[in-house]
């Protein structure tokens, strides 16, 4: 595997100005800001994925978040949905701590690493279909990337879970026909790679109990016993 395939591609889907809405809205969510984070300066780029190049297991989201990713610079870092899901990770033993504040607090993945399939924070977290399509070949290229080691996806939400199949198909495996529909829990074999379907840890589902810590660990621990990697708890 060239070593540095990944980081290379990470550079240049951080200097992606492919959309138009989501450049200007990403930009214009770094200079206005949240009162609470007055203080910062925005990352306001596209945020590219964050984790080891010879990652076992793969988290896939939706898209960053503004005032989260979009400020940070880190997938899921700096807001309550990232607080969720790296909690769950280091309870599991897949994180070396349980809190992601900002890019440079410490935080490191074991055997994992988190994406989404778009890069760019979108108007109220909801991505057109065109701006998913556009953003796509970054994914695929990071399958392809990471598909040496690759072993276990855990695909967070219905939104992720229909953009990531294409990008698999695209990026070599053989994905069913039809398309596997997306449910919490749900397992599908793809070519010696285990994907797996979980509720987003978005808030509207952590507030409402649809996703609890329990369900989002057990998902996480399967997957990463699929992927090998050593676990703890359960």
Excluded at 171 to 177: D, F, I, L, N, Q
Aim: net charge positive; aromatic share 8%.
């Amino acid at each position: 595997m060239d070593a540095s395939g990944l980081p290379l591609l990470d550079r240049r889907i951080a200097d992606c100005r492919a959309c138009p809405r989501l450049v200007s809205w990403r930009e214009e969510t770094a200079r206005v800001k949240r009162a609470a984070f007055a203080d910062w300066t925005y990352w306001g780029r596209p945020v590219p994925g964050f984790g080891p190049a010879d990652a076992r297991l793969l988290i896939v989201g939706l898209a960053p978040a503004a005032h989260g990713g979009n400020r940070t610079g880190r997938m899921f870092t700096g807001d309550r949905s990232g607080d969720v899901l790296y909690e769950a990770l280091y309870d599991v033993g897949l994180a070396t701590q349980p809190t992601a504040v900002h890019a440079h607090d410490g935080l490191e993945l074991k055997g994992v690493r988190v994406t989404s399939p778009v890069h760019c924070a979108p108007p109220a977290n909801k991505p057109t279909p065109v701006e998913r399509d556009t953003c796509r070949p970054w994914l695929v290229q990071e399958l392809r990337l990471l598909r040496p080691t690759l072993r276990a996806v855990v695909v967070l939400g219905g939104f992720g879970w229909q953009a990531a199949l294409p990008a698999f198909a695209e990026a070599g495996w053989s994905v069913p026909r039809p398309r596997p529909a997306f449910a919490h829990g749900a397992r599908v074999p793809l070519d010696g790679l285990e994907l797996f379907g979980c509720f987003h840890v978005s808030q509207r589902n952590t507030f409402t109990g649809r996703l609890t810590p329990a369900m989002l660990r057990d998902v996480l621990r399967t997957a990463g016993h699929a992927a090998q990697l050593p676990t703890r708890g359960g």
